[in-house]
């Protein structure tokens, strides 16, 4: 947080111009940016890997619901061990702060391509570190977040063109 502040004032006192300077809510654009960095042809091992840490995820919070309703039926502790064995294992909590971080990687890109020039962008999803800007700080979440709905709609119309027609399996049902 401290070295966030110093670069930003470093970067306020050596340029004149503080309208380069904007901030993203990244959390409300996360989901949005990941499904979109994720449906890039050339992300599918990404994609899957992420698919499979969510899902075991979902996995070990359905083990601890049904540990603490045995317990709660039984009346007894809840024995955990299983759940804490299985969240041991850390390589779901690192690859998604990698993730994380490549998606912010990926953020920065897309305003370059989005032409807003700006040298330097910070998170103000958790907390907003400015103290005091000369200069408005433009708020750039909500020209990303369309930007990103646009290339899903793009993504997806191309998707469905290269879909083949669904053929029907089985008998059709007539009513």
Known sequence: MKRLLLSLLTLIAFNSNAGEIASVNFSKIEDDLRTWFLSLPENVALSDRYQSTVAGDEQRQ???KQSMAKAR???EKADLSEYFQASSNTDGYKFKRELKEQLKKELFLLTQ??????AFIYDSSSSDPVIYAAEGIDDITPLIRQHLLT???DITATLESDRPERQPIGPEKVE
């Not at 391509?113 to 700006?118: A, H, P, S, T």
């Open 73 to 75: 039926e039984e009346g």
């Open 113 to 118: 391509k989005m032409n807003l020039d700006y």
């Open 151 to 153: 290339l899903m709609k």
């Open 62 to 64: 359905k083990m601890l």
